[in-house]
């Protein structure tokens, strides 16, 4: 098994910067810790249990058009992004859980007619991912198929271990690539037991029953209750590293423009709403109950895949102290099969 010192991984990440790959880490903003582009690591930041918002915007970011086109006299230039070979970026300091959102949301952006322009990125990614240590109140990773030390999505996984340095897992071509190219900044140490390093997350549900629960509570009074407190502010989706929800827009004018894709909400009210005036989702507990049903119903049943992986961003982030893990518990708890 490989280790790294602190001191060393900085090296490696200064060193993926210096390639002129693109280099996310976590970085603070006032009381918040962000995933941000770094050139030199002196503002990465390790004491965090999670970030504010997710790494999904490495593959799909919050606003980007998906095509331009400019007249030139007679003539029309097209802008095609998906034509151009992807930047590569090194995505550094995600947990466990974000790394396997991240290979869930390539994987629903490919299923269909797969997405070039995710799928690229996906490709030209790198993720050195590092192991949870602290937990907190909101995580709830191991009721969604995740865990503290979970190797899903990663290339690399570290995980801290004594006198400051790092268990290395490195877990796929990419990771390895990194790893031999600078071998002189690992070591080799014996295998460890990197679970006695791991914060512990007790299991509050098991999603598999919650899916069994919500084929069956569709009418169920549950959802009134559930819902009072939002108020459609789609804070819960844009913090989410699994919420895939976009909208896409025409910008500009006859003469120049571009079609652009912008996250979206299934808690906003405009979402489902027709040019007829008519919404099919019309008050708020119906569009809660649709962002619980596709996430631990509707998709696992589509695609056999979760949309949520446990990381308790949406509870951190709302404003109503809204706790999908305390409802998913309720609805485990409370709603009948038959
Ligand atoms: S963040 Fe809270 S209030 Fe806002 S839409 Fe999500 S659940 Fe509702
Ligand atoms: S629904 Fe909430 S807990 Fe689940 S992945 Fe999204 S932000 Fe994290």
Redesign the pocket.
């Known amino acids: 098994m490989k280790s790294i010192t602190h001191d060393n991984l900085l090296k490696l990440l200064a060193g993926l910067a210096d390639e002129g790959k693109i280099v996310y880490a976590p970085v603070r903003k006032g009381q918040k810790v962000f995933f941000a582009p770094v050139q030199n690591m002196q503002p990465v930041v390790f004491d965090y249990i999670q970030t504010t918002e997710s790494p999904k915007l490495v593959l799909f970011p919050r606003y980007e058009p998906l095509i331009s086109f400019e007249y030139q006299g007679k003539e029309v230039k097209v802008d095609d992004p998906s034509a151009a070979a992807p930047a590569e970026r090194v995505l550094f300091g995600s947990r466990p859980c974000d790394a396997m959102a991240l290979k869930r949301l390539a994987e629903f952006f490919d299923r269909d007619i797969p997405d070039a322009l995710i799928a690229g990125r996906q490709k030209a990614l790198t993720v050195i991912s590092m192991s949870c240590i602290k937990a907190d109140a909101d995580c709830f990773c191991t009721s969604t198929g995740s865990s503290p030390g979970d190797i899903c999505g990663s290339d690399i996984l570290l995980t801290p271990v004594e006198n400051n340095g790092y268990a290395a897992e490195i877990l796929t071509g990419k990771g390895a690539s990194i790893a031999d190219r600078c071998s002189s900044l690992f070591s080799e140490i014996p295998e460890i037991r990197k679970e006695q390093y791991l914060a512990k997350v007790e299991k509050a549900f098991s999603h598999e029953e919650v899916r069994k629960k919500l084929s069956h509570a569709f009418d169920h009074d549950i959802w009134n209750g559930a819902s009072l ?9 844009f913090v989410c590293p699994m919420c895939s929800c976009f909208d896409i827009q025409e910008e500009g004018t006859a003469k120049k423009g571009s079609r652009v894709r912008c996250w979206d ?1 299934c ?1 906003f009210s405009l979402f489902t709403l027709h040019t007829s005036g008519h919404n099919p989702r019309h008050n708020q507990s119906e569009r ?1 109950r649709q962002r619980v049903m596709h996430k631990f119903s509707y998709q696992p049943e589509a695609a056999e895949l979760t949309g949520c992986v446990g990381c308790g961003r ?1 509870s951190r ?4 102290d ?1 706790n999908l893990k305390e409802q998913l518990q309720d609805i485990a708890a409370n709603v009948e099969t038959v």
Request: proline letters at 6%; hydrophobic letters at 35%; aromatic letters at 6%.
């Open positions: 407190r939002c108020i459609g502010c789609g804070a819960c989706a909400s808690g809660w949406c982030a709302c404003p109503s809204m």
